[in-house]
């Protein structure tokens, strides 16, 4: 019986033995395509042709017969007394058949007003007439039709007025209907010669752009076995180079993401691994010395920190992943940044002066459009930040203020302040300028990083910069004050 893979495999292998290449199907759309070209234009030419020999016949016709009808007029009134129509046509219509068919060169024959044949250049049986042709021409109009390569034209003698008789003309159509022929022969052949370069020249111009769509499928492969592109599959100026590029950057991207998830990963093992040490090892000195008080208050001391730190980090590293794999839910609306500020510095006073620091403010009306439990915790880390990372009696300042458009608050401490060289990883999860510091104080590295993810979510943004001549950190936040639209 064969596993799920190995059916996936097959039916993958009879997929790719029924497929036809890019390179054939294209060369074949642009042969196709050239071939519905030419037939269009030998469709087009053809019955331009076709147009273009009827009415030059019909006007050559014409014009014999405007001929004829001015010959048998001037016989008519040659006689010393005009005779009646039908004895004039039946006398002369012989010779004036013979006449009129030598002086244009196409048989001819006469038919008096009744219908009846009354002269032919031909012999007598030599032609027949179409009794619905004539008796439409007797009407007065002129008419004609067409049988294998001959058309016979019937048109209206008048005298006077007054029809008395019919013309008719026999014109070979042949030497145009071989013409027509050899035209549409050419069209075909060149139909031929037309489809099958197009599809060489297709072809060999395909091949190409189907062997670098064969590199960028290469390079999907590629990333898609974990080795990832240290150079751009395919340099084109056009789409497929656009695409090239894309895959490029892609790969970058994943690789980046990856190193990322790793680094993360290990991070996270890492900070993990050393409040849990401690944990354990204090565990193991209590089962060895169960009746030493001092080193159970010790252990429930240590305990506590590293289960506090251990929670805290939890939280963290929850909150950071739920926030780069979903848009967790957010309420935003209109905040006063004034009266939440005041009410955060109100609860972290405390904090504040157990650490033997002054934390103040320097409030003024500012408004922003935001998440509140996402800006309280924003803020709340920054300040908890300033008091840890501070120095004996030194001081944080909170403040905030509109400018411009923007609602900008800034949390400035006097402490050790962060090198210029170390500013921009600060943000990065568990880096920490100072690990011995950090953990002194309890801090795991990702604070700042959620902090940073908290308040680009809100649309906003997150600076740190020194504090002045006196020395510590300034982190400045800025957030807008209307909705995003």
Not at 48 to 56: D, M, P
Not at 295 to 317: F, N, P, Q, W
Not at 385 to 409: D, F, H, L, W
């Amino acid at each position: 019986m064969k596993s799920g893979g190995q059916r996936g495999a097959s039916a993958g292998r009879r997929r790719r033995a029924f497929k036809l290449s890019i390179q054939l199907k294209l060369s074949a759309v642009l042969a196709l395509l050239l071939l519905l070209t030419v037939l269009v234009m030998s469709e087009l030419v053809l019955r331009g042709i076709e147009r273009n020999q009827q009415q030059r016949t019909e006007a050559e016709l014409a014009r014999h017969s405007r001929t004829a009808e001015q010959y048998v007029r001037q016989n008519y009134y040659s006689a010393d007394v005009p005779p009646e129509d039908e004895a004039f046509m039946a006398q002369r219509g012989q010779r004036l058949a013979l006449y009129i068919s030598t002086l244009i060169g196409l048989p001819t024959a006469l038919y008096d007003a009744t219908g009846r044949e009354v002269g032919n250049s031909l012999q007598p049986q030599g032609s027949g007439a179409a009794a619905d042709t004539l008796a439409y021409a007797l009407k007065g109009y002129i008419a004609y039709e067409t049988s294998g390569d001959s058309l016979v034209y019937f048109s209206p003698l008048r005298v006077d007025g007054r029809i008395v008789g019919v013309v008719r003309l026999q014109y070979s159509l042949k030497s145009a209907q071989d013409f027509l022929k050899a035209i549409r022969g050419l069209f075909r052949t060149a139909g031929v010669v037309v489809f099958a370069a197009g599809f060489a020249i297709g072809y060999l111009y395909f091949h190409r752009f189907a062997s670098q769509i064969g590199r960028l499928r290469q390079a999907s492969q590629q990333i898609r076995s974990g080795r990832f592109l240290r150079e751009i599959p395919v340099r084109r100026r056009d789409e497929l180079g656009d695409l090239g590029e894309d895959i490029y950057f892609m790969s970058g991207a994943i690789e980046a993401h990856i190193e990322r998830q790793k680094q993360f990963i290990g991070n996270v093992s890492h900070e993990f691994k050393t409040p849990l040490t401690s944990i354990k090892a204090y565990v193991d000195l209590l089962d060895l010395y169960r009746d030493d008080p001092r080193l159970a208050a010790e252990a429930a001391e240590s305990i506590g920190r590293e289960t506090d730190r251990l929670y805290e980090m939890v939280e963290k590293v929850l909150r950071l992943s739920a926030m780069e794999k979903y848009d967790f839910e957010q309420h935003a609306e209109r905040i006063d940044l004034k009266e939440l500020l005041a009410e955060l510095c109100g609860r972290m006073r405390g904090k504040a002066e157990r650490y033997g620091l002054v934390l103040s403010t320097d409030l003024e009306a500012a408004e922003c459009w935001a998440d509140r439990e996402s800006l309280a915790h924003i803020f709340i880390n920054l300040i908890d930040n300033a008091i840890k990372y501070n120095v004996p009696q030194g001081a944080v300042t909170v403040s905030c203020r509109m400018e411009r458009k923007e609602a900008v608050v800034r949390v400035t401490d006097t402490g050790i302040g962060i090198p210029e060289e170390a500013r921009e990883k600060i943000f990065e999860p568990f880096y920490t300028v100072s690990k011995d510091r950090a953990r002194s104080y309890g801090g795991t590295g990702l604070g700042l990083s959620l902090a940073r993810g908290l308040v680009e979510k809100q649309g906003g943004t997150i600076a740190v910069s020194d504090a002045g001549a006196g020395g510590g950190t300034r982190f400045t936040v800025r957030l807008p004050a209307q909705p995003k639209r």
